[in-house]
């Protein structure tokens, strides 16, 4: 007998079915991976790594301030054990990223086949928007990771007899009493909706619109036999209230971020990138439904996988199996639309930030791939959606983020102790240039502390404050403006240096006679 032959016959009997499986992780994780620590952090990357970098409890008193909740800060902490580098502080993201293939592939493998699965699999892979928050050390990837485990078990008792004729904790019990793990699958499916949902509701406060889109799914499928279905709505509702229940444990503080940060008062006054207007709700919608990085052809792949989601909405509406793909993937946007257009604009900049929509979305171009005839078409158009993806990955991975690193290392070179720091008006930049710069040059310039997110009024922010040192640098990332009035620091000191370093200003200004000084 050969030796593989011999290898096959001590193998899993399933090994067949999870091969698949297990080369979506690989591929997922070598995407999220590649040169993960290649890019400068961006600011809101370095703003996690001093939320998390003194341990558990430091940072949930630092992010009452902030406006995300604790469990991915959480994470980070335990993780940053690992090191405190680029690459460990992104790598909790990547991973989670590619894990989150695996209950993808297994809601979509329980919906359709183990085709579409594959598919699915395959095309949220590769997506260039997934790579981009993957290779962000902010909560989004694991944000996803949770609700697409929240989606696995909402497909599960979508689709599984036993949720709708059995009470939650029967199929724990028969398990206990048969020895059966098995027959525990709708329980595990009944915790994974509670359970994924809250702590994706404690990673980012946007996945409450994912979570709204399941409810009103279970809605949908409950009504036309509303009575038939009572048992199933109640354990629904169970784990719902478990849910909600875990959520409340972040209630008190959650309470102080909206008085601090989300009050409309205090988002015109400190968030305004939130504040986008009709052409930023389109862009941030093409964003998401098309092929990101291609530039150009950006449009004609747009056009090409909204066509393609389309008609897989056809197919699932004509094959009655539409509600749990569709809904979860439209309502979060209906929501989010109207919540722009009636009561503010952040409910529209929110939707640029819904990578969880590739849940469903992947989903969905999967189905019509897989089903729509004549067959060689269906080939072309899945070649030509690899290709788009390909592309974009590829020009992602090349496309440089804020050059803070080489901005950190200008003033390095140049600074002196004493020396203060004025940002943009938004301090763009904070984070990152003191994540650089390091624990003792940071504390040798004034208007750079990273003590609290908010408190502003440490930093160089009025002509008085900027004069009071003999030497200010000013860096500027991009258009912004500086946080102080160049003209009034040209009236009282000199400009010495200025740099440009891939789109970001860098300037020295010192006062007279100091250049003089021994």
């Known amino acids: 007998m050969r030796p593989t032959r011999r290898l096959i016959r001590y193998l899993p009997g399933d090994l067949p079915r999870y091969l698949p499986l297990g080369l979506?992780?690989?591929?997922?994780?070598?995407?999220?991976?590649?040169?993960?620590?290649?890019?400068?952090?961006?600011?809101?990357?370095?703003?996690?790594?001093?939320v998390a970098r003194r341990g558990p409890a430091a940072a949930v008193r630092f992010i009452a301030q902030d406006t995300q909740p604790p469990v991915y800060y959480l994470a980070l902490s335990v993780w940053l054990e690992l090191g405190h580098g680029v690459l460990p502080l992104r790598a909790l993201s990547a991973l989670a990223a590619a894990l989150t293939v695996l209950p993808l592939y297994a809601a979509a493998r329980r919906l359709f086949d183990a085709r579409t699965a594959a598919v699915a699999g395959l095309l949220f892979a590769l997506t260039p928007l997934v790579a981009n928050w993957g290779q962000k050390a902010r909560p989004y990837a694991l944000q996803t990771l949770f609700l697409a485990v929240a989606y696995w078990g909402f497909v599960e008792v979508y689709c599984a007899p036993a949720a709708r004729d059995a009470w939650i904790g029967q199929g724990l019990a028969r398990a206990l009493r048969t020895r059966r793990i098995g027959a525990a699958r709708t329980d595990l499916a009944w915790l994974a909706c509670g359970l994924g949902g809250a702590l994706a509701m404690l990673t980012q406060q946007p996945a409450g619109f994912f979570l709204?889109?399941?409810?009103?799914?279970?809605?949908?499928?409950?009504?036309?036999?509303?009575?038939?279905?009572r048992r199933w709505l109640i354990n629904w509702t169970v784990s719902q209230l478990v849910l909600i229940g875990v959520w409340l444990l972040w209630l008190p503080w959650f309470l102080v971020q909206i008085r601090i940060n989300l009050t409309p008062a205090q988002i015109v006054a400190r968030h305004t990138n939130f504040l986008i207007d009709g052409g930023g709700v389109v862009s941030n919608l093409e964003g998401l439904f098309g092929v990101g990085s291609l530039w150009r052809a950006e449009t004609p792949f747009l056009a090409l996988q909204v066509g393609l989601g389309v008609v897989g909405a056809v197919l699932l509406i004509r094959a009655r199996r539409a509600i749990p793909v569709l809904?979860?993937?439209?309502?979060?946007?209906?929501?989010c639309v109207f919540g722009f257009l009636l009561l503010n604009p952040v409910f529209g900049y929110v939707i640029g930030e819904f990578v969880f929509n590739?849940?469903?979305?992947?989903?969905?171009?999967?189905?019509?791939?897989?089903?729509?005839?004549?067959?060689?078409?269906?080939?072309?158009v899945?070649?030509?959606?690899l290709l788009g993806d390909i592309w974009g990955l590829r020009n992602y991975y090349e496309t440089p983020d804020q050059p803070t690193a080489q901005v950190a290392a200008v003033i390095r070179r140049h600074m002196r102790a004493g020396d203060g720091v004025i940002l943009s008006d938004n301090a763009a930049m904070r984070w990152t240039l003191a994540y650089y710069l390091g624990p003792r040059?940071?504390?040798?310039?004034?208007?750079?502390?990273?003590?609290?997110?908010?408190?502003?009024?440490?930093?160089?922010?009025?002509?008085?404050?900027?004069?009071?040192?003999?030497r200010d640098w000013v860096v500027l990332p991009g258009a912004q403006p500086p946080s102080v009035d160049l003209a009034l620091l040209r009236q009282r000191m000199?400009?010495?240096?200025?740099?440009?370093?891939e789109g970001a200003t860098v300037l020295l200004f010192e006062a007279p006679g100091e250049a003089k000084r021994p």
């Not at 899945?382 to 959606?385: C, M, T, V």
Request: positive net charge; charged residues 20%; aromatic residues 12%.
């Open 494 to 501: 000199r400009l010495v240096l200025r740099d440009r370093i």
């Open 24 to 50: 979506l992780f690989l591929l997922a994780a070598a995407v999220m991976f590649f040169r993960l620590a290649d890019k400068s952090l961006w600011n809101d990357e370095a703003f996690s790594f001093f």
């Open 212 to 229: 709204l889109g399941l409810n009103v799914a279970v809605l949908l499928g409950a009504l036309p036999r509303l009575w038939a279905n």
């Open 441 to 470: 040059r940071r504390r040798q310039l004034v208007g750079l502390d990273v003590a609290a997110e908010w408190d502003f009024d440490r930093l160089l922010r009025t002509p008085t404050a900027a004069l009071r040192q003999t």
């Open 358 to 380: 590739w849940l469903p979305y992947s989903i969905l171009l999967a189905y019509a791939l897989v089903h729509v005839r004549p067959r060689p078409a269906a080939a072309a």
């Open 382 to 385: 899945f070649g030509l959606l």
């Open 327 to 335: 809904v979860p993937l439209l309502v979060p946007l209906v929501v």
